[in-house]
């Protein structure tokens, strides 16, 4: 039970809800999805704490860069059906569209260097 309720809570927040949906479309850096949300840096490290810990999310360092992706379900099998889930709810979502239509212009090199 205590792992269901982790993966349910790591839903609870729509701007965690949004870097799932953001991840199904490529793997991103935190300066990337801070800037796509909008928020703070370290608001945005704690939506992708609570998204690993629930086992939405991993992350693998590449040089001076840390990126996320999309688990493939071996953490979580509650994770993995909500994320088959989530490949198509929402989509028609007004929010939702506006932040996939902003993603194309968010880049990590023009936002942080490199």
Not at 5 to 17: Q, Y
Not at 24 to 40: D, G, K, T
Not at 78 to 104: C, F, S
Request: with cysteine; hydrophobic share 40%; net charge positive.
């Amino acid at each position: 039970m205590k792992t269901f309720i982790k993966t349910m809570k790591a839903l609870s927040d729509p701007n965690r809800v949004k870097i799932v949906k953001m991840l199904q479309h490529r793997s991103m850096c935190v300066c990337e999805i801070q800037a796509a949300l909008e928020i703070a840096q370290p608001t945005a490290s704690k939506h992708l704490k609570l998204l690993e810990e629930a086992g939405f999310i991993g992350f693998r360092k590449e040089g001076l860069w840390v990126n996320y992706y999309l688990e493939t379900g071996a953490e979580s099998p509650y994770a993995t059906v909500l994320q088959g889930n989530l490949r198509h709810w929402l989509n028609e979502d007004a929010q939702i569209q506006a932040l996939m239509e902003k993603l194309p212009a968010i880049d990590r090199r023009t936002l942080c260097g490199g």
